[in-house]
C-alpha cells in the first residue's frame, strides 16, 4: 500500500461571521479577510505537520492547491512540493495536482515539476487535474475549453519530459516556438501521473485509457464501487487488467485519544458549511460549458436554486457512509479495512484534520495514525493483496508498458521504494 | 392591422445551416440578437416587418442553431453573417444589432464599411468603457442575468414566466457557454474595434436603455463618437432590452431615423 498524508491546508483564521453575512466562502469573498500574520503562523504550521507524517511512517504527502477561498491556503501546489523537495528525504511528493488546463504556459510547469523531481532525488508523483470551476473564474481562464486545454496541456507536458528538444508546439490552446526545457524529470520515462477527481465519468474514462491510477476524493463507498466498474471496463477495453494499482482513495479520517474527542474535531471536516470548497454560487463552481452535457439539465436547476445541491451530505450521512470516519485507533481500524474490503484500494490518503481542529489535536492525530494505524493497514493491505504502484512496478502509463528504469537509482533512497 | 406571418427557413454557411426567421417586405433588415438569445417571437420584429422584409437569424451556436466547434470570435461570427447576405445576394441591407448582437453589427459594419443602408446599435457591446464594466454573466445565474436586462421586473415576468422552464434555462446556459467560447477574454468587448469605426459611410442610430445595467451608457457615447454619422438616442423606462421592454418607442425610434437618413 501507498499511504499519505493530506491536509487541505485551511485558512482557519479567516472571520466566519464575515462569510455568513456575505453568503459566500469563495471566489468573491473578500481577501481583506486575509490575515497574513495569521497565513504565515499556518504555513509554517503546515510545514511542522508534513515533517511529522515523514517521521510517523508516512509514504506520501499529497498536495492539492485552490484559490480564492479559505477552505485551502496552498495557491501553487509546486510551491510546498519545492519546500518539501528539500526538507523531507524519504516521502513522496504527490501533487494531485497541478490544475493544467489554468496553466498558460504548460512547458514551464514541466520545467518546475522536473525540478522538483531532480531536488526531491526523484520522489515526485505528478498529479494533473482539471480545476474547479471557481479555479478557472479566480484565473480567467475559458472554462469552456477547461479539458480541451486539460488534455492538451498533459501531451505537450509528457512530451517535454520525454522526447528530446528543441521541438516546435503548435496546438489548438498551445504554441511553442521551442520546446526545450534545461530540465528533466529525473525518473524515467517521466514522474508517475495520478489523477484525481469526485465525479466527472469523462475524468475517470479519461484516466484509465491512459492506464493512470484514478484517486476518487471522498467518495461514499458506493459510488466509489461504480467508479471502479467504470475504470475498469475501460481498462479492459484498452487492454489491461484494472486492480488496486490503479486505484487510490482520500478518506476524511481523523484520529484522536477518545471517541468524543475525535467526533467533536471530525465535524469541523464540514467547517464550510458542509460543502466542502465553501459556500458559493452554482455558476461559480460550474460555469458554463465546465462541467458535462449530460449534467447540464440537473444543473441548471440546481443553479437557480430549483435542485437540492448534489454534494452536500450532513454530517450524520457521511459518517454513516464512512466519508467521514473518526475515532480512536482502536475504532477508525474496523472501518479502513470495511473501505479496503469493498473498495480494494492500494493508494490511500488520510485527509487527517480540518477547520478549526488545533495545533496540538491535528499533531496527535497524524501521530496516532502513523505509530497505531498506519502498521494495522499495512497489514490488512498485505493480507488483501493490495498492491501500489511502486510495489508492483506498475507502468506508468499505457504509452510506457515497460519497467520503469531510474537513470539514477543510486539516487533514490531504498526506503522510498515501498 | 394582422402581423406578416414568419417563416422558418435556413442556409448553409461555412458548413453549417444557419437557420433564421423572415417577414413583411421591402428593404432588407438584419436583426442580431442578444447573447441570451431570442423569444421566438417578438412585437418589436413585428414592427419592424412591416416596413421590412425582416431577417432574424440564431447566432451559430445558440438558439439551437449547430455549434461551429471552431468558432473563436465575434468577428468570426460578423463575416458568418457577410457570407449569409452574400448567400441570399441581399443588398442594401440595414443592420439592427440588440446587445451582443450589436457588436456583430458593429464589426461587420468596420469591415465592409460602403455596404450597408443604415445601422441600428442598441445597448451594444464591444467597446470598452472607461470607467464602468460590462455586467460579467459568468458571476450571476441565468435567471439573474436576462433579469438584470430589463429596469422592470415585470416585464420579464410577462414574457419569460415567473419561473423560465427548463428547457429556457438550458437554453441559456448552452447559449452563455457559446459566449464564452468567443468572447471570454476580453470579455464582451474588442480593443481594436473603436478604431475601425470611423471608416463606416452609413447613418447610425446609437440607442440606449436608461437603465441598462448590463452595458453603461458612457460605450453607447464612445459609439456615438466612433461612427462618423452616429446619433446617441436615450429610451427612457428600459433596461438593457429595450425592444422588449419599450417595443413601439424602439420601433417608432426606427422609423423616424429611416424617414430621415
Known amino acids: 500500500m501507498h499511504l499519505m498524508y493530506f491536509t487541505e491546508q485551511p485558512m482557519s483564521a479567516y472571520p466566519e461571521a464575515a462569510g455568513r453575512d456575505f453568503g459566500a466562502t469563495a471566489l468573491m469573498f473578500s481577501n481583506r479577510h486575509f490575515d497574513p500574520v495569521e497565513g504565515s503562523r499556518l504555513y509554517n504550521q503546515y510545514i511542522e505537520h508534513y515533517k511529522l507524517a515523514e517521521d510517523v511512517g508516512f509514504d506520501g504527502i499529497m498536495l492539492n492547491e485552490h484559490h480564492n477561498a479559505p477552505f485551502c491556503m ?65 484565473t480567467g481562464v475559458n472554462p469552456a475549453f477547461n479539458r480541451e486545454r486539460f488534455e492538451e496541456a498533459h501531451e505537450l507536458i ?23 526545457p534545461w530540465a528533466v524529470p529525473l525518473q524515467k520515462p517521466h514522474p508517475r501521473i495520478w489523477i484525481p477527481g469526485v465525479l466527472s ?45 490503479n486505484r487510490g482513495y482520500l478518506q476524511r479520517c481523523h484520529v484522536a485519544e477518545t471517541e468524543e474527542k475525535a467526533l467533536a474535531n471530525a465535524r469541523q471536516f464540514m467547517w464550510m458549511q458542509g460543502e466542502f470548497t465553501g459556500l458559493a454560487h452554482p455558476v461559480w463552481s460550474s460555469p458554463s460549458g465546465y462541467f458535462s452535457p449530460s449534467n447540464r439539465r440537473a444543473f441548471v436547476e440546481f443553479a ?15 459518517l454513516r457512509d464512512q466519508q467521514i470516519i473518526a475515532g480512536t485507533p482502536k475504532t477508525v481500524l474496523p472501518r479502513l479495512r470495511r473501505l479496503l474490503e469493498e473498495t480494494r484500494p492500494s493508494i490511500v490518503g488520510f485527509w487527517a484534520s480540518d477547520g478549526f481542529v488545533s495545533n496540538e489535536d491535528t499533531m496527535t492525530s497524524i501521530r496516532l495514525l502513523g505509530q497505531e494505524v498506519l502498521p494495522a493497514v499495512r497489514e490488512m493491505g498485505k493480507e488483501l493483496g493490495l498492491l501500489s504502484p511502486f510495489e508492483a512496478d506498475a507502468p506508468v502509463s499505457i504509452k510506457y508498458p515497460e519497467r520503469q528504469t531510474p537513470r539514477a537509482e543510486a539516487a533514490m533512497p531504498q526506503a522510498a521504494v515501498r | 392591422m394582422t402581423e406578416a406571418p414568419w417563416t422558418r427557413e435556413s442556409v448553409d454557411v461555412a458548413g453549417q445551416p444557419l437557420p433564421f426567421m423572415r417577414a413583411g417586405a421591402g428593404d432588407p433588415l438584419l436583426v442580431l440578437s442578444h447573447d441570451v438569445g431570442s423569444l421566438p417571437s417578438l412585437p418589436f420584429y413585428d414592427l419592424l416587418a412591416r416596413q421590412y422584409t425582416v431577417y432574424v437569424p440564431s447566432h451559430p451556436g445558440y438558439d439551437g442553431s449547430a455549434r461551429p466547434e471552431w468558432l473563436r470570435s465575434v468577428r468570426d461570427v460578423a463575416i458568418i453573417y457577410q457570407w449569409f447576405l452574400a448567400e441570399r445576394g441581399l443588398t442594401g441591407v440595414s443592420l439592427v444589432g440588440l446587445g451582443f448582437g450589436g457588436w456583430i453589427a458593429a464589426e461587420m459594419a468596420a469591415m465592409a464599411p460602403a455596404a450597408f443602408r443604415r445601422l441600428v446599435l442598441v445597448g451594444a457591446m464591444g467597446i470598452r468603457p472607461d470607467s464602468g464594466e460590462i455586467l460579467d454573466q459568468a458571476l450571476v445565474s441565468y435567471l439573474d442575468y436576462a433579469r438584470a436586462g430589463f429596469a422592470d421586473p415585470k416585464v420579464f415576468e410577462r414574457l419569460y414566466g415567473s419561473e423560465p422552464p427548463t428547457s429556457q434555462l438550458e437554453q441559456w446556459d448552452l447559449n452563455r457557454e457559446m459566449t464564452f467560447r468567443i468572447a ?67 420601433g417608432k425610434l426606427v422609423a423616424e431615423f429611416a424617414a430621415t437618413s
Open chain 2, 184 to 250: 471570454w477574454k476580453p470579455y464582451m468587448y474588442s480593443p481594436t474595434l473603436p478604431h475601425l469605426l470611423g471608416g463606416v459611410r452609413a447613418p447610425a442610430l446609437v440607442a440606449w436603455g436608461r437603465q441598462d445595467r448590463i452595458v453603461p451608457l458612457e460605450c453607447g457615447e464612445r459609439y456615438a463618437k466612433a461612427l462618423p454619422r452616429a446619433r446617441l438616442v436615450v429610451v427612457e423606462d428600459a433596461g438593457h432590452f429595450v425592444e422588449m421592454e419599450q417595443p413601439e418607442a424602439l
Open chain 1, 74 to 138: 496552498q495557491a501553487k501546489c509546486n510551491v510546498f512540493a519545492s519546500i518539501l523537495a528539500a526538507i523531507t528525504t524519504r516521502v513522496k511528493i504527490v501533487l494531485l495536482g497541478n490544475p493544467l488546463p489554468l496553466a498558460d504556459n504548460p512547458v514551464r510547469l514541466a520545467e518546475e515539476l522536473a525540478m522538483i523531481d531532480m531536488v526531491s532525488k526523484g520522489r515526485l508523483v505528478s498529479g494533473f487535474v482539471r480545476g474547479g470551476g471557481q479555479e478557472q473564474l479566480a
Open chain 1, 304 to 318: 437557480v436554486g430549483r435542485r437540492a445541491n448534489p454534494r452536500a451530505a450532513a454530517f450524520e450521512d457521511q
Open chain 1, 158 to 180: 509528457v512530451r517535454a519530459w520525454t522526447q528530446p528538444g528543441p521541438f516546435r508546439w503548435e496546438g489548438n490552446h498551445y504554441q511553442h516556438r521551442v520546446v526545450n
Open chain 1, 201 to 245: 465519468k469523462e475524468t475517470i474514462i479519461w484516466a484509465a485509457r491512459q492506464r493512470y491510477p484514478y484517486i476518487a476524493l471522498s467518495t461514499a463507498i458506493d459510488a466509489t464501487k461504480k467508479i471502479w466498474e467504470l475504470y475498469d471496463s475501460v481498462a479492459a477495453e484498452t487492454g489491461y487488467a484494472g486492480g488496486p494499482a
